[in-house]
């Protein structure tokens, strides 16, 4: 038999509200949100309605998207990397010149790198690191 939780979405809503708090009290910086919970809300949007579940869990309005929830919900979770180590690169001294490199990905992260000539900076190691981290 359903628990009183398990057949009203307003009780079900209040549950995931302390289950993401919690869950933002203990994550590391920049962390996705766990499928399971993003699941969750994506459920409870098609009950409730997006602006209803977005507001009560302090959700950005991006996350609502249909073609969001589509995309997070059948995307594998990679975990986020906590600290990445990079060794120096020595790049040729070009005086005052300067290098800008950017790059994004597919869950919308960026990366600018600016480098200053004469910099030591493994630039190479870096970019690598970052899409790692994107699979």
Not at 62 to 81: E, F, H
Not at 90 to 95: A, E, F, Q, R
Not at 96 to 114: A, M
Request: charged share 25%.
């Amino acid at each position: 038999m359903a628990t009183e939780q398990q057949r009203n979405p307003e009780l079900q809503l209040q549950g995931l509200k302390i289950r993401i708090e919690q869950w933002r009290a203990r994550r590391v910086a920049y962390e996705r949100m766990p499928g399971d919970l993003r699941e969750e809300a994506a459920a409870l949007a098609q009950v409730l309605g997006a602006s209803r579940v977005q507001s009560v869990l302090r959700l950005p309005s991006r996350m609502m998207r249909p073609s969001t929830l589509v995309r997070r919900l059948s995307t594998p979770m990679t975990p986020a990397a906590r600290f990445i180590e990079i060794g120096p690169l020595p790049m040729p001294d070009l005086g005052n010149s300067s290098t800008v490199l950017e790059l994004g990905d597919r869950e919308g992260r960026h990366l600018t790198v600016r480098v200053a000539g004469g910099t030591n900076l493994d630039v190479c190691g870096l970019v690598s690191a970052f899409l790692r981290g994107s699979r």
